[in-house]
C-alpha cells in the first residue's frame, strides 16, 4: 500500500482541481459553440425532415421564376427557393438585397415553422453575378434550362 505525504495530497488535490477546471472550461466552450453553429439545408433537405423546427439555419437555393410577392403596404415579402427538386416558401421582412432577384442563388437564415414555410431574419445574395455559394451550388442537381412550375407557387 503507498502512503501520501501531506505534500503529495496537496499536489495531489491541486492536480485533480487543474484536470476538472480544465474539463469543465472545454465542456462549456463546446456547448456555446455547438449552440451558435448556422447548418445549411437544401429545400430537399428540409422535406425530407431533415432540418430541426426549434433553431436557427440557413437554406440556399435559387429564388424560383415568377414566386416574388411584395406587400405594398410594409416591407413583407414572400418567396420560393427552389433545389430544382423541392421548393420552400419563405417569409422575410425587411430589406433584400440590391442583386436580390428570380433565379438568383441566395441563402436565408431563419427558423422553419410548424407550417412547412421558413420565417428569414436575413437573406443574402453575393454581388457577381456568376457567383452562387458554395452549399447552394453543392445542392443544385441538373438544373433545368426553363423555369418550371414547383409545387409551391405563391398567390
Known amino acids: 500500500m503507498i502512503t501520501l505525504t501531506p505534500t503529495h495530497k496537496k499536489r495531489l488535490l491541486i492536480v485533480m482541481l487543474i484536470i476538472l477546471g480544465t474539463g469543465t472550461a472545454a465542456a462549456l466552450g463546446l456547448t456555446a459553440f455547438s449552440k451558435n453553429l448556422l447548418y445549411f439545408f437544401s429545400p430537399s433537405q ?17 429564388v ?9 403596404h410594409d416591407l413583407a415579402i414572400q418567396f420560393v427557393v427552389t433545389d430544382y427538386e423541392h421548393s420552400i416558401p419563405v417569409d422575410y421582412t425587411g430589406i433584400l438585397p440590391d442583386l436580390f432577384r428570380e433565379g438568383q442563388g441566395i441563402i436565408a ?20 453575378e456568376n457567383y452562387m455559394p458554395p452549399e447552394v451550388a453543392a445542392t443544385l442537381k441538373n438544373p433545368p434550362t426553363s423555369p418550371q412550375k414547383s409545387e409551391h407557387t405563391l398567390p
Open 46 to 62: 428540409i422535406k425530407a425532415g431533415e432540418a430541426p423546427i426549434d433553431r436557427s439555419i440557413r437554406i440556399g437555393g435559387m
Open 109 to 128: 437564415i431563419g427558423k422553419m415553422q410548424t407550417d412547412g414555410r421558413f420565417l428569414a431574419n436575413e437573406v443574402l445574395a453575393k454581388h457577381d
Open 64 to 72: 424560383q421564376a415568377g414566386s416574388v410577392h411584395k406587400n405594398q
